[in-house]
């Protein structure tokens, strides 16, 4: 994967905050980084371009002096999700600290490794297919549920209503990159 170690951040393309629409439209992932080169801010898009046009961070950098956005591309855009984990991780950036980040992983993946079960468990247990798991975990389709529903996945995977809604919020900022 990567050795944030040896990330060189000033060697990355970047372009200033506000000449952000023209950021690549590639998958990668992106550094906010202040003046005094301090990384503000982290994130992972398939297309940068597009989720910077409307980007719910962009005030709070704004309010920072002389802001670039650096990117990395990701080759394969499965990967940008552990990378993004790994790099917020290591450069510990202060506008990502929210209670939706999750040490074990990132939406409904994140909450089954911490339940410790296998996905063909949970499939089991919820009575769906283990291709509505994997596709859960992968970010690709939000879980559809009732209140009874909600209740019953939050038993099954140990989690409180605030987590299992940060998790469906994950899926959602994916689908919305």
């Known amino acids: 994967m990567i050795n944030p170690s040896n990330l060189n951040l000033s060697t990355l393309p970047s372009v200033p905050l506000e000449d952000r629409s023209q950021l690549p439209q590639s998958p990668c992932i992106?550094?906010?980084?202040?003046?005094l080169g301090t990384v503000q801010?982290?994130?992972r898009s398939v297309n940068p371009k597009n989720r910077w046009a409307s980007h719910s961070k962009t005030t709070e950098l704004n309010a920072l002096d002389?802001?670039?956005?650096?990117?990395m591309f990701v080759d394969?855009?499965?990967?940008?999700?552990?990378?993004?984990?790994?790099?917020?991780?290591?450069?510990?950036?202060?506008?990502?600290?929210?209670e939706r980040f999750?040490?074990?992983?990132?939406?409904?993946?994140?909450?089954?490794?911490?339940?410790?079960?296998?996905?063909v468990e949970i499939a089991v247990e919820l009575g769906?297919?283990?291709a509505t798991v994997r596709n859960w975990e992968q970010l690709?389709?939000?879980?559809?549920?009732?209140p009874a529903s909600m209740q019953k996945v939050m038993g099954v995977y140990g989690c409180t209503l605030e987590e299992l809604v940060a998790a469906e919020l994950e899926i959602e900022d994916r689908h919305n990159d």
């Open 30 to 35: 992106y550094f906010a980084i202040d003046s």
């Open 41 to 43: 801010y982290i994130g």
């Open 66 to 71: 002389q802001v670039r956005i650096a990117y």
């Open 102 to 119: 999750n040490p074990f992983g990132v939406g409904m993946l994140g909450l089954r490794l911490r339940s410790g079960k296998k996905a």
């Open 76 to 98: 394969d855009a499965n990967l940008l999700t552990p990378i993004e984990n790994a790099l917020i991780a290591w450069f510990n950036p202060s506008l990502n600290k929210t």
């Open 128 to 130: 769906v297919s283990f």
């Open 140 to 146: 690709k389709n939000v879980p559809r549920m009732t």
